[in-house]
Structures are given as C-alpha cells and as structure tokens.
Nanobody, 119 residues
Framework: QVQLVESGGGLVQAGGSLRLSCEGS????????VDWYRQAPGKERELVSG???????NYADFVRGRFTISRDNAKNTVYLEMNNVRPEDTAVYYC?????????????WGQGTQVTVSS
C-alpha cells in the first residue's frame, strides 16, 4: 500500500511562489508515477502535473511555464514548485498515485493541502 501526505500549502500573494511536497510511504512509491491534482470549491478535480518513475514530466496548459514537478526517490517525496501564482490557482492540491496490481488499479490520495492566492 501507498500512503501520501501533502504539505507546503498556505497563503501567498499573486506573483509569488511556494513549494508543495508529497511524501509517500510504501515500497512501490519510487516505482510509480505521481500526479498533482487540484480542486477548487464547486469545481471538478483537475490534473495539474505528473511525473513518471523515470522523471519524465507533464503539465496542464494552465500551469506550464509556471509550475515545476520533481521527485526525490531517496526521500520518497514529490514536489510541485509553484511560481508566478495566480488567484485562479487557489484550490486544494492533492497528491495521487495509481498502482496497477494483478489486473486492477489501486488509487491512492493524500489528504490535500490548501493553496490560497490573494490578489
């Protein structure tokens, strides 16, 4: 099993920066891709960024060029560096890992960390 804990959220002014962390436990953490999702009140959860076990990354269009995802497998941690944040980035940010096991997929989620961007 994989357990995920997000941290690093908080209040930041528009144009500022902060770094989110997702610390995972479990033997399979370093062998799986990790994603960051976010969900604003009244809106659907949306994919923000992802990183494969080999370090390949992808970004949603609305964060490309502003956010950077990275991982440190020695620390079982994935980071999301958020730069030039905007008020519309305000949301709860969730870490996610999908683990395929014996023909089915198990989805693991952290508890989320709140990011609030003031104008």
């Amino acid at each position: 099993q994989v357990q995920l804990v997000e941290s690093g959220g908080g209040l930041v002014q528009a144009g500022g920066s902060l770094r989110l962390s997702c610390e995972g436990s479990g033997r399979t953490f370093s062998s799986n891709a990790v994603d960051w999702y976010r969900q604003a009140p009244g809106k659907e959860r949306e994919l923000v960024s992802g990183i494969t076990s080999g370090g390949l990354t992808n970004y949603a269009d609305f964060v490309r060029g502003r956010f950077t995802i990275s991982r440190d497998n020695a620390k079982n941690t994935v980071y999301l560096e958020m730069n030039n944040v905007r008020p519309e980035d305000t949301a709860v940010y969730y870490c996610h890992v999908a683990v395929p096991t014996w023909g089915r997929q198990y989805d693991y989620w952290g508890q989320g960390t709140q990011v609030t961007v003031s104008s």
